[in-house]
């Protein structure tokens, strides 16, 4: 690859220069990004990356998603990052549902269970979640970032871009010195809501389809901009024997018709629990509310406290009795699921959640899903008869030559992403572009797919249902029952 400088920005409050040369940036510090990084850097590119936030892992830390649903295909870097973690005390753990869950009760709630086979995670019908310590995933991230060779800049913003000739030229970027410009052969894009592929100019999509764009089965015949619902999650810890409860108060000002009980539950490893209120911002409020949006939800979410300790106490049976628990952490990011998705080379659509990694006819697959259809509740959710297989080419935009998109805004329909966006997918997405940006560098738009799947299969990629799909797995036992 061609080495370039990085140089000033032109633009009068330019504090920082950027001195040393890349061959590819990548922007945005989640799933998506890590993945990519780490596996151009492993292969030789000289990679920077570039995160607004204060640290690695974006929605999995930051917005307290500290958990990998079960899902088939999520090998190589994020099963690397599990044995990592294992090698900490308390810091993940597999976990299965609740034996003294009741479909009465709003919530789901999970416990942590000693079993370590990673395999018994890769299934969404069989298959265990996984819980983790969201601030040793960061550690854990930062070190692998660090002994990949990739130099990164946190607590620094993407701002705009220069595009000639159908390739990004340059990135300016915000930092605490102020501006800087970035140069790199290739850029990829993992900001989630996809700035770059905006700013760049590349088509998108957002919210539903209609049937008339890639005949979906169930895509609404007069689509509304409706989006998955966003959620603030927190973390709670049990009281001691002999402290009194404290109930939280409710915020006087706050829209209770907006605040719905219904929760989704993971036991932190140290026993903690993570409660994600699924119903308490549309994701189109949240959309619109735009910068506002976390600290209507910081009130919603105490008044979810409040009404779960209220009517969930000691005196209900709850298994949890939460009024002998207290909020100990609120996350700083609002988890938000879908927003803005690229129109690419390929749009990954219902057909092909459908038809199965058998019945797809794709040869660039290079990632491996099997996630439910899952609106929660803002539209209608199914699961899926197995498998299926994400194309290399969703990661590619039409417009412009030196970027790739690999994150939950890659190019999907509404209900493909439904589907994909799950954190360890979106890792293994972000693998395969940074495994393509250092097979094929400026050329990588003229990938050879099987060179890519090879160096994928290498890095412990499983593009297979035996090596991927915990049902196709002959010498393991599930541990929870097939849900369906
Ligand atoms: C509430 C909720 C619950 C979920 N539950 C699960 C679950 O149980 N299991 C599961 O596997 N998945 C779950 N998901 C989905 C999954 O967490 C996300 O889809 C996935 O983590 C997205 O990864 P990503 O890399 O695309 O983006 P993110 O992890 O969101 O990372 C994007 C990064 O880009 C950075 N960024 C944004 N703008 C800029 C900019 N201008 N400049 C620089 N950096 C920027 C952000 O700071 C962030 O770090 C959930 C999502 C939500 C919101």
């Not at 699961?383 to 994150?407: Q, S």
């Not at 992403?417 to 250092?438: C, E, K």
Request: aromatic share 6%; proline share 6%.
């Amino acid at each position: 690859m061609n080495k370039r400088n990085t140089s000033i920005d032109e633009t009068k409050n330019t504090k920082d220069v950027l001195e040393d040369t890349y061959d590819v940036c990548v922007v945005g510090g989640g799933s998506g990004r890590f993945g990519a990084a780490v596996a151009a850097a492993r292969l030789g590119a000289r990679v920077l990356l570039v995160e607004a936030g204060r640290g690695l892992g974006g929605t999995s830390t930051w917005a307290g998603v500290n958990n990998y649903e079960p899902v088939a295909g999520a090998t190589g870097l994020p099963e690397e990052v599990y044995h990592r973690l294992r090698e900490i005390p308390n810091a993940v753990a597999l976990q299965c549902r609740r034996e003294s869950h009741r479909p009465e009760w709003f919530w789901g709630g999970f416990d942590c269970v000693p079993e370590t086979d990673y395999r018994l995670s890769l299934s969404r019908r069989g298959g265990t979640p996984i819980t983790f310590e969201p601030e040793t995933l960061n550690q854990v991230m930062l070190d692998m970032v660090a002994l990949s060779g990739a130099t990164l800049l946190l607590q620094t913003r993407f701002k705009s871009l220069n595009r000639q000739n159908g390739y990004i030229q340059s990135i300016v970027v915000e930092g605490s010195n102020g501006n800087a410009v970035i140069q790199a052969d290739i850029f990829i894009d993992s900001t989630a809501g996809i700035y770059l592929a905006q700013a760049a100019g590349c088509q998108m999509a957002i919210g539903p389809e209609s049937p008339s764009v890639y005949e979906e089965p169930s895509a609404p015949e007069k689509p509304d901009l409706v989006l998955n619902n966003a959620s603030l999650c927190y973390r709670i810890t049990p009281l001691k024997k002999d402290e009194p409860s404290q109930i939280q108060s409710l915020p006087t000002d706050v829209d209770l018709n907006k605040v719905q009980p219904v929760t989704s539950i993971r036991t932190y490893p140290n026993g903690d629990l993570n409660m994600n209120p699924i119903h308490m911002m549309t994701g189109k409020e949240a959309y619109e509310l735009g910068e506002k949006a976390h600290e209507i939800a910081q009130k919603r979410i105490l008044a979810h406290s409040h009404i779960l300790q209220t009517r969930y106490g000691a005196q209900n049976e709850s298994p949890f009795s939460f009024d002998r628990w207290r909020i100990v952490w609120v996350s700083p990011m609002l988890g938000v699921r879908e927003t803005h998705r690229l129109v690419g080379q390929y749009v990954l659509r219902e057909q092909d959640l459908d038809s199965g990694l058998r019945g797809q006819v794709h040869d660039d697959v290079i990632a491996l899903a099997d996630h439910s259809i899952d609106f929660h509740g803002a539209r209608p959710s199914r699961e899926l008869p197995g498998p299926y297989g994400i194309p290399f080419r969703c990661l590619l935009p039409i417009e412009v030559d030196n970027l790739l998109v690999a994150c939950r805004g890659a190019s999907f329909s509404s209900i493909g992403a439904s589907s994909s966006r799950l954190s360890r997918t979106m890792m293994v997405l972000g693998q395969a572009a940074g495994t393509a940006v250092a097979l094929f560098g400026t050329d990588v738009h003229r990938f050879d797919s099987e060179v890519l799947k090879s160096q994928l299969r290498k890095d412990g990629v499983a593009l297979d249902l035996k090596t991927g799909y915990l049902d196709a797995m002959d010498d393991i036992v599930p541990i929870a029952k097939p849900r369906w």
